[in-house]
């Protein structure tokens, strides 16, 4: 039960109940919320929010980024007028998370809401307004519009989160994830950092933390009830001062850049596989022929596409961003050729699940989603790969020589030789003004490259100092992503020009 594990924890404040006076219950609300008409929506500002307190007048309470007036409901909260009124006039996401992060306030509160909150929001660590679209522009190269979808920038997408905790778990709680299952889900624990990942739909939500100690690999993922429920098993007994280090969080519509006119962003295709390349011992590039009107060379920088199939009677979803490297590749289906770049690992159900996929077998695709903030075509850029994470470097390197000179440092890290993919050509990609790098963990005797593992002395060597203000990448595991982000800081990189893939 989700109430009796977050208030065992001590973390969280005990809700109390007070009398509330007759025809007054829970059941006589539901009537006056039933017979309320809905209102006309629209934005609230911090400004206006701070005025509706009272003592006259509307009360109103900021929620997760919705707007609320609680004037009538004042007399039927169960926790009394008194402890209501300590929120009304805020954003009172915090305090309502501290309470009863598990009650759902749209469920009881809907006909009453009043606008999305504009402006800074302290409780929305993940709220991020998204930029309105450009013009349509026209690709001189391919003859093609494209043009970003939808047409008018949509309200920012809001997630709550919250975390509880006793001696031998720590449970991450996001709220506010309408419609969501579990499949929408995955979570990954490396030594070093805890990765979640919410791919739905109407939203996609993205939470990299190198917790506070170390904790088990099999974690127990709920959803249920618009509420995604993560245990996290410690590995030592022990009452934490926080859930850990934020990497990154981040939450954003599904994007619509890459889209051709026409095309849902919400709405899956049908892929079907044509082609399956080695390209070492245990990594693919998989050619797909997509049914959608997506044209896949144009995807945007940082977009990932979800991939969905039925495995052993489960379905499974999985992100992976579209090959689309600075050097040819053959497109036997032009536009609507589809090539995903993958590595096989043995416990991996998607992984597993595509290597043993028959030609002309299918599986769903969900457009384009997430993204970054681009480079700028006069900086140097400086990319940190590990792994199969080189993918979305490919993708940065692409808009930059297809934009300006190229400039910079690409570090890509592996284990062994062998895991080395495309390496004649990223080789080529090596000029006096671009550097390509290659660092591994297990080299061989007559290996003449980097040795090791990724530190601050690396990075110093090989990526362009933080004084050019490059604009700096990383991609990898979950752990590699939090400790490059970390040794990025200590080198005094400007943190908004750092950004992490996840």
Same mark, same amino acid.
């Given at each position: $039960? @989700?109430?009796?594990?977050i208030?065992?924890s001590? $973390?969280?404040?005990?809700p109390t109940k ?8 829970l ?10 008409p809905?209102?006309?929506t ?14 006259t ?5 900021a ?7 609680? %004037?009538?409901y ?5 926790g !009394?007028?008194?402890?209501l009124?300590?929120g009304v =006039?805020t954003?009172a ?12 306030? +749209?469920k009881?509160l +809907?006909?009453?809401?009043v =606008?999305?909150?504009s402006? *800074?929001?302290?409780?929305?660590l993940?709220?991020?307004?998204? #930029?309105p679209p ?7 190269a ?9 047409s008018?920038p949509?309200p920012?997408?809001t997630?709550?989160r919250?975390?509880?905790q006793?001696?031998s778990t720590?449970?991450v ?17 490396t030594?070093a950092?805890?990765?979640i990942?919410? /791919? ?7 939470f990299?933390?190198a917790? %506070?100690?170390?904790?088990a690999?099999?974690v127990?993922v709920?959803a ?5 429920r ?6 030592t007994?022990?009452?934490?001062p926080?859930?850990g280090?934020v990497?990154?969080e981040?939450a954003?519509l @599904?994007?619509? +850049? /890459?889209? &051709? ?9 049908r892929?079907v596989l ?9 990594t693919?590039?998989?050619t797909?022929?997509?049914s959608s009107?997506i044209?896949?060379?144009k ?8 991939i969905?199939a ?6 499974e979803?999985? $992100?992976?961003?579209?090959l689309?490297?600075p050097?040819?590749?053959e497109r036997?289906?032009?536009d609507s050729t ?9 416990a991996? #159900? ?8 028959p030609?002309?077998a299918s599986?769903?695709v969900?457009p384009?989603? !997430?993204?970054i903030?681009?480079p700028?075509?006069?900086r140097?850029?400086g990319?940190?790969?590990g792994g ?14 297809a934009?300006?000179r190229?400039s910079?440092?690409?570090l890509c890290?592996?284990? %062994?030789?062998?895991?080395i993919?495309?390496?004649? +050509?990223?080789d080529?990609l090596?000029?006096?003004d671009?550097?390509v790098?290659?660092?591994?963990a /297990?080299? *061989?005797?007559e290996?003449?490259g ?8 690396i990075?110093?060597? %090989?990526m362009?100092? *933080? ?13 590699f992503? &939090?400790?490059?982000m970390?040794?990025l800081?200590?080198? $005094?990189?400007?943190s908004d020009?750092?950004? /992490?893939?996840?």
């Open positions: $039960n @989700p109430k009796q594990a208030m065992a001590g $973390n969280l404040l005990a007070v009398p509330v006076g007759t025809g007054h219950g059941n006589d609300w539901i009537r006056v919320h039933s017979a309320q809905r209102r006309q629209r934005t609230v500002t911090m400004q206006e929010l701070a005025e509706h307190q009272g003592p007048g509307e009360l109103w309470m929620l997760s980024g919705k707007v609320y007036d609680v %004037t009538r004042v007399s039927y909260h169960p !009394g007028r008194a402890e009124l300590r =006039g954003d996401t915090p305090l309502y998370n501290q309470i009863h992060p598990w009650v759902k306030a +749209e009881f +809907e006909k009453f809401f =606008g999305y909150l402006g *800074p929001m302290r409780s929305l993940i709220s991020q307004p998204m #930029a450009p013009a349509p522009k026209r690709d001189d391919d003859d093609v519009i494209s043009i970003s979808l939808p008018l949509p920012a997408p997630v709550s919250t975390w509880a006793s001696d720590a449970i709680l996001l709220n506010s994830l309408k419609g969501v299952r579990r499949e929408h889900v995955n979570v990954e624990v030594d950092a805890v990765q990942h919410v /791919a739905m739909p109407a939203l996609d939500f993205q990299l933390v917790p %506070t100690a170390a904790v690999k099999e127990t709920t249920q009830m618009d509420t995604v993560i245990v996290l098993q410690k590995l007994p022990a009452m934490w926080t859930l280090r990497v990154l981040r954003s @599904p994007s619509g +850049e /890459a889209v &051709a006119i026409g095309a849902s962003p919400t709405s899956a295709s892929c044509t082609d399956r390349r080695p390209i070492n011992h245990d693919y590039i998989y797909f022929f997509s009107i044209d896949f060379k995807i945007p920088v940082g977009c990932h596409v979800v969905s039925d495995i052993s009677g489960t379905t979803s999985r $992100n992976y961003t579209v689309a490297p050097f040819s590749i036997p289906h032009g589809l090539h995903l770049l993958v590595r096989t690992y043995p991996g #159900a998607m992984t597993q699940h595509l290597a043993a996929l030609l002309g599986v769903q969900l384009p989603r !997430g993204g903030v681009g700028s075509t006069d140097p850029i990319l940190i790969a199969t994470g080189l993918v979305p470097m490919l993708s940065v390197i692409r808009h930059v020589r934009s300006g190229l910079g440092a690409l890290c592996f284990h %062994t030789e062998e895991d993919f495309l390496r004649a +050509e990223l080529a090596a000029t006096t671009f550097r790098y290659y660092l591994l /297990a080299p *061989p005797p290996w003449t980097l040795v090791g593992r990724i530190s601050t002395d990075l110093k060597s %090989t362009p100092s *933080p004084d050019r203000s490059p604009d700096m990448y990383v991609c990898g595991r979950p752990g992503s &939090a400790s490059a970390a040794m800081a200590a080198l $005094n990189y400007p020009r750092c950004q /992490a893939f996840l």
